[in-house]
Structures are given as C-alpha cells and as structure tokens.
C-alpha cells in the first residue's frame, strides 16, 4: 500500500496553484511533490482547517496525482507529516512521532538556552539570564571592554538583539524583561578564506542525516547581523567550499540531534572567527532553496527519502 504524505500548513491552500506565495520557489515545491510522486508516495497538502491537527486524519486535502492538485473528497490517514507551519501549536504529542520534526526538537530550536545545555561545546561562551539581578552577576563575568551580544532565548530573525561592550551596557541601565541569553561575541571580521572577506553567517542544512547544501549570509553595510530580515544578503556556497572545521563540527551536531530526535530536518548557522567555526542556534524551520539553488533537487529527494523513513518506522 503506498504511503501518504501530507505537507501541513497553518492556512489552507487553493487548489490551481497552492504555492503562488512562494514566488520564486513556486516549481521548487512543485518538484518535491514530483519526486515523492515517482517514489511511489501519495502526496497531499493539507491544513488545519482540514482536519483535526491533533490526529492523523485530514478532512478534503490536496491530492498530487503526478501533474496537478486536486481535492479529495474523502478524508484520509497521514504515515507521515511535513510540518511547515511554524510556530509551537503543532505537532500535538500524539502525532509528533509521525511529524517531521518532532515537537520536542521544535522546542529546542525555540529555545537558545535549551541549545546551549546540549551544544554547549560548539557554540561560544553563553549564559542562561532569568531576571535583571542575574544579568548584572552574569555580566560581570566579562571584561568591561569585551563586545557581548544580548538576545532573547526564543528570538527569531535577529530581533531584539543587542551587542556593545560590557561598559556600554552597564551604562545604558539595559533592562531584562524576558529570559535572555547573554554570550561571547564572535568576530567573524577575519571573513573565511577564499570564501568571504568580512562579517558573515555560515547556514548548513541536513536532511536525512547529510549536509545538503550551504549558504552565505552577510551582513548590510556597518552592521554586526547578517540576517536576513536585518538586510543581509544571502548566496549559495557549493558544498565542496565549505571548511573542513565546519563540515566536521556540523557532521558531530548531527548525530548528536538524529540520535536524539529522530533524524529532523535543520540549519546550523556558524561564525568563523580566526579559523575556529561557532554555532550560533539552529533553525528547524527550513526555507526551500530558490530555483537557482543548483541544491534544490538534491534537497528535495533527501526530504523525500527523510519522510518516507519516517513513514514505514511508524
């Protein structure tokens, strides 16, 4: 019996061309369902206005029959979930085991703290900070003239970061108002050889327990965050450029994390200071790569392989 694999959103989509939202990786998606297709997998796009997302069962879903989507009349079974809704409200605990990523990974992505307890030895030096009091202890443990960043612990896109000098801060009265995360800053202004220059963001991305692809991130003019909703650019680096440092630090995360949470998929975004690679968080949240991204194929059949694993084990 072939196997069925629903990729979830919050909001339901339109039948003609369910990915006119995603513009330039509209035949991106369309591709992914093309390859599922061929391996033998029946593809649907589903919500949870189609269905309890507390189950496995989805009511009208979009159905892929190899060229088109069209909507079932029929309720069906998910074996497996592609959760491309984002946010905490899904996966419940009683479908997260037949969900791409689980809700326990998920909430370790939300969670910097949480990164830190389990990849503390990769990442540069951190702090958990609950309140006002255990900040100022905690920033004491710094030089009065080292460059520190200040973020919260389930931030997202760069927000609400701060970085300045210890002195800077404790002049500025700075106010903690939510668990926080306080930590070395990486100087990644030496660039990477042959690769970039200046300041920079290295993303990884596994799926199915092999780096898939690489991205560079840099940051706009006089600005210390390469993010991209900051104004940071973002291109493609071809898998044979990354540093053996990175692909070795990224290769010990990874099966650390698919031992413990069943392979999912992530991004690993690394600082490169003086040689030496630190990650920064993970991303459990993976945007498909552009159509231009020589990657997206191989993306898209390691996603596959990942969900159809996901659905015989289960």
């Known amino acids: 019996m072939r196997k069925k694999i629903v990729m979830f959103f919050n909001k339901e989509k339109p039948e003609k061309n369910p990915f006119t939202e995603f513009k330039n990786k509209q035949e991106v998606y369309f591709d992914f369902f093309k390859q599922g297709h061929a391996a033998g997998l029946d593809m649907y796009i589903a919500s949870k206005e189609m269905g309890c997302p507390g189950k496995l069962k989805f009511n009208s879903p979009l159905f892929f029959n190899g060229k088109n989507f069209k909507k079932m009349a ?53 702090f958990k900070i609950k309140n006002q009091n255990d900040f100022e202890k905690k920033l004491n443990l710094f030089l009065k003239d080292e460059l520190v960043v200040i973020k919260p612990s389930s931030g997202l896109g760069g927000k609400g970061i701060t970085i300045d000098t210890v002195s800077n801060i404790k002049k500025s009265n700075y106010s903690i108002e939510k668990e926080s995360v306080l930590q070395k800053f990486v100087d990644t202004s030496s660039g990477i050889g042959g690769i970039v220059r200046g300041r920079h963001d290295l993303r990884v991305v596994i799926v199915f327990g092999k780096i898939i692809f690489a991205s560079l991130r840099t940051p706009k003019k006089d600005s210390l965050l390469a993010n991209v909703a900051q104004g940071g650019k973002i291109k493609e680096l071809p898998l044979e450029k990354l540093p053996t440092a990175v692909k070795r630090n990224a290769l010990k995360i990874q099966k650390i994390l698919d031992k413990k949470f069943n392979y999912p998929i ?24 552009s159509k231009k991204m020589k990657s997206y194929k191989l993306f898209n059949g390691a996603l596959i392989k990942s969900l159809a694993r996901l659905a015989v084990k289960n």
């Open 74 to 126: 029929a309720a069906i079974k998910a074996d497996a979930i592609y959760d491309r809704s984002g946010g905490l409200k899904f996966p419940t605990a009683a479908v997260s085991s037949r969900t791409l990523n689980t809700r326990s990974f998920k909430d370790l992505c939300y969670s910097k703290n949480k990164m830190y307890k389990i990849l503390g030895d990769f990442m540069p030096k951190s």
């Open 266 to 289: 992530y991004s690993i975004d690394f600082g490169i200071e003086k040689g030496k690679p630190f990650v920064f968080e993970l991303n459990d949240q993976i945007g498909f790569p």
